[in-house]
């Protein structure tokens, strides 16, 4: 079974969708329509702008939304997904193949999410950082001792790499704890706040308003979410399921094995980058993985 699956944050890269643009008609109607809808040339930013540009949660998220989606939209009748999943942001792309979202309102939704995040990233200064080579059971343990600062676990990408979330005093406290404990690294990463963690309830509520007034069709195939790592068709608990991933961990590593579980023997990655198939290959040895081309 063809398992597709779609990037979050930290894939894009300056270039990202020239080539589709350039070289595909229906791609270049997509990204002027994206353009318009966002009232800013995005694909300026994406084409030729800088990184730092680029890394701008408000930039990012729409661009990899766009990449992933316009690549699977221009795909034509060889796109035929069995089952989808997206890391984080890539959730939403992942509905739009699938059918469950429209393009335009895939993208809005996107653009309010990470202007969303913006603001609660600005209310409290936070941060995330990558942990590896220690048990996610001792890396839950050791941010749950922290007394006093919010810190939890908020990425569980493979055996071995967690990331965890939450204020800059928590985060630094467990790190120090977590190397004392064994871990091979705890680095703090170069990004804009405490995603997947209690810090994001402001943007959860902005969200939650914005998913709710938003229409959504029954999904051709499932898909498998961050927050309950399992097969999700019910377009309501679809809806709930995206509004408590803002502040609610991404279960990746269980995503997988329940698509496997569930018969999944190839996945395919839609979007920038290659970062979810090293995922895939380190969490089930036997996956067949690629790029859509």
């Known amino acids: 079974m063809k398992s597709y699956l779609f990037p979050g944050q930290g894939s894009q890269f300056v270039g990202m969708g020239k080539d589709l643009y350039d070289n595909n008609e229906q791609a270049k109607a997509l990204f002027e329509k994206a353009n318009e809808i966002l009232g800013f040339r995005i694909t300026d930013v994406m ?3 800088t990184d730092e540009e680029l890394k701008q949660t408000r930039v990012t998220q729409p661009a990899i939304f766009l990449h992933s989606v316009i690549k699977a939209l221009v795909a034509g009748d060889s796109f035929k997904p069995d089952m989808v999943a997206g890391h984080s942001l890539g959730e939403f792309s992942a509905l739009v193949a699938n059918k469950s979202l429209s393009f335009a309102d ?3 939704l996107v653009y309010k999410r990470a202007l969303a995040m913006q603001k609660a990233c600005e209310i409290q200064p936070s941060t995330m950082a990558a942990v590896l080579g220690l048990d996610d059971v001792k890396v839950e343990e050791i941010c749950a001792s922290i007394i006093g600062e919010v810190v939890v676990a ?3 990408n493979c055996p071995g790499q ?3 979330s939450g204020s800059l005093d928590g985060v630094s ?5 977590l190397k004392a404990a064994g871990a091979k690294r705890a680095l703090i990463l170069p990004v804009g706040g405490a995603f997947h963690s209690p810090l994001m ?3 959860r509520v902005e969200l939650e308003a914005a998913i709710n007034a938003t229409h959504f069709s029954e999904p051709t195939c499932a898909i498998y979410q961050n927050v309950t790592a399992s097969a999700v068709r019910d377009v309501a608990a679809i809806k709930a399921n995206l509004i408590a991933q803002l502040t609610a961990p991404v279960k990746w590593t269980q995503s997988i094995q329940a698509m496997v579980g569930d018969g999944a023997s190839e996945f395919i990655e839609c979007g920038p980058g290659k970062v979810l198939q090293g995922l895939v290959s380190k969490i ?10």
């Open 47 to 49: 084409f030729s702008g």
């Open 201 to 203: 309830e402001p943007a």
């Open 284 to 293: 089930h040895k036997e996956a067949v993985v690629s790029s859509l081309a």
């Open 154 to 156: 908020a990425n569980y």
């Open 162 to 164: 967690l990331v965890i």
């Open 173 to 177: 406290n467990a790190c120090e704890l």
């Open 106 to 108: 895939g993208l809005i």
